[in-house]
């Protein structure tokens, strides 16, 4: 018996472990490169909401140091003025923010004794809810993020 010898070559399964291989890898490699572009869009946003907080301490430094605030703006502002961080009113992918801030004029006394000029701590803050950066689940669209920034400032009189 005289058996007639083929030339080896790839089989069925070595090209379906192949396919399953390079699809195992690439699943990861997907997913990896959808983690990546979710924190990106997180950091992007939270830089942008780091800036509108910084600008808005800023103007209230400036309205502080002026003087002339009425009695309604020094006591804060418990409702928040409303910005957009992403888009703007009426797009579809938009990002909702609110600025608030509390003004509380110190006494004069301090830890190292009494002063003859007025202070004020100035504390302002933002709050924002980033429904794309979480994940889905029951808590999607629950999740707050907030920063914070306070001075003390002093106003002297003239």
């Given at each position: 018996m005289?058996?007639?010898?083929?030339?080896?070559?790839?089989g069925f399964i070595e090209v379906m472990t192949?396919?399953?291989i390079?699809?195992?890898?690439?699943?990861g490699l997907l997913m990896g490169v959808v983690h990546a572009r979710s924190e990106l869009h997180a950091l992007e946003v939270k830089e942008r909401a780091?800036?509108?907080l910084?600008?808005?301490?800023?103007?209230?430094?400036?309205?502080?140091?002026?003087?002339?605030?009425?009695?309604?703006e020094r006591a804060g502002d418990p409702d928040g003025d409303e910005i957009y961080l992403v888009g703007s009113l009426g797009q579809r992918y938009t990002i909702k923010a609110r600025l608030y801030y509390d003004l509380e004029k110190l006494d004069r006394f301090t830890?190292?004794?009494?002063?003859?000029f007025t202070r004020y701590e100035l504390e302002c803050w933002i709050k924002w809810s980033d429904y794309f950066a979480?994940?889905?689940?029951?808590?999607?669209?629950?999740?707050?993020?907030?920063?914070?920034?306070?001075?003390?400032?002093?106003?002297?009189?003239?």
């Open positions: 005289n058996f007639k010898r083929t030339t080896a070559g790839v192949a396919t399953v390079i699809s195992i890898s690439c699943i780091t800036e509108e910084l600008n808005y301490m800023e103007y209230w430094k400036g309205r502080v140091a002026d003087g002339n605030l009425s009695p309604a830890d190292y004794g009494t002063t003859d979480t994940p889905p689940s029951r808590y999607a669209g629950r999740v707050g993020k907030e920063r914070r920034l306070s001075t003390v400032m002093s106003v002297f009189e003239i």
